[in-house]
């Protein structure tokens, strides 16, 4: 584990947002530092997504602050007031925050090596051979080298997001966001896939994983937070979180998964 | 009966209706690629959040499909040069003329199949591609617009085959495509018969041509391995996917 007086690799402050009149985010904060996989549980609709979709600038917050390596993104400065940048703007720093969904969202039209590739030869400007031979070994890191000319209609659900994984590894992200990943899998392939997400934390991949699987958290996370009613309410190591949880509301929601 | 077959088949190969096919075939298919552009522009703007972008691209398709293509072609071609003193000039003619007016009426309806082909796509998609850093022009282009496309070929064939016979319009604007070659000739001979036969083929033949067009567009937009290997193996090209 990282040494706590680093520089965050990822922080936000004070995030908030609001869908009309229902707030979904009252005020979050939170940080990782390089190499720290960060698990978020808690129940549907209590701001996890909402939190990753922010830091993953695919939102814009009503307020707060969003840092990648001590840079604030999203935003800029203009005459003393930090307004939201342009799409394009944000296209370009949105390349090193990798984001994995809960449906995959793979591209339909592209079989698995190209939908691995689309990201180098489009954002990077890779050249072609070279996103090639990218695409093709972290496929096998994701243990589908044999299935590079397949589409996602025929691959499993496991299969497709192992894909969707190796599609936001070749960005070389700074950090990996992870959206219930797990969730819309048929049980039996669930493991393959949690396998490749354990296997990425060993190698030092900086994760936050929004989950169910409480096990995992367990087994992976550096540390566990609990989030309620637009609020983190408890982050605790996974011994501390799971053992001893301190906020009545996790014991509860623990009560339930378990 | 009167049908002399001899007549039919010098007609049918004839250079009057080879050509005749072959302005048919060439309006219909540059209008429908015009429309398709004008259609694209128009659906984007229908779809705009944009308040004027809108209230002019409804307006656009509001206002062509309620006008009879017919009276649109008249309007390019005769009210044209009454309004604008430069299409009175030899470079102005028919053919251009028609080129103009079944594109902007196509483009119409040709929105209105590129904006439910648009909005079909999972809005998963545009976000997955966000997120990997696209602009909102690499998003469209090589996310969006590929399934868009998709669901567009099947009614866009629908509409090709429309325009080629909406091409006969033009015989009133005395363009010498297919219908036209028939109607000079039988002014001259009366064999409507032999004449009209002689374009129903050329119509037929144009048409089958186009679904097997459509159907090999539906078969490479299919999306799977075996799709991707038949459309793929042209030689030289793309590699021969395993």
Redesign the interface.
Known sequence: MSDSTEQPILRVKNLQKSYGHNPVLKGVDFEIQRGQVKAVLGPSGSGKSTMLRLM?L?ETADDGEIYLESKRIGVAERKGHFVPLS??AM?????????V?Q?F?????L?ALHNVM??MT??RKTHKKEAEKTAHEMLARVGLANRA??????LSGGQQQRV?IA??LV?NPKVLLFDEPTSALDPELVGEVLEVMESLAREGMTMVVVTHEVKFAQRVASEVLMFDGGYIIEQSAPEQFFGNPQHERTRKFLSHVH | MQFDPAIFWQQLFSLEYVQGAGIALGLAALSQVLAILIGFAVAVGRISRKKTARAVSGSYVWFFRAIPTLLVLLIVWNAGPQLIPALTESWYTPFLAALIALSVVEGAYMAEILRSALLSV?E??P??????????S?VMV??II??AT?IAIPPTGNEFIGLVKYTSLASVISLRELLTTAQVGVSVTFRYAEYYAAAIIYYLVIVSVLMVLQSYFERK?R???KA?KVVRTRPGKEEV??
């Open positions: 993953a695919l799409e394009r296209a370009h720093q949105r390349a090193d925050i990798g984001m969904f449906k969202n793979l591209f339909p039209h079989n689309v990201g489009t954002v000319h397949a589409f996602p209609s025929e969707a599609r936001a960005m | 999972d998963g998609q976000l997955a591609a966000r997120a990997l850093g696209m602009t909102p690499q090589k996310v590929p399934q998709r937009f999306w799977t391995t991707a996917i395993l």
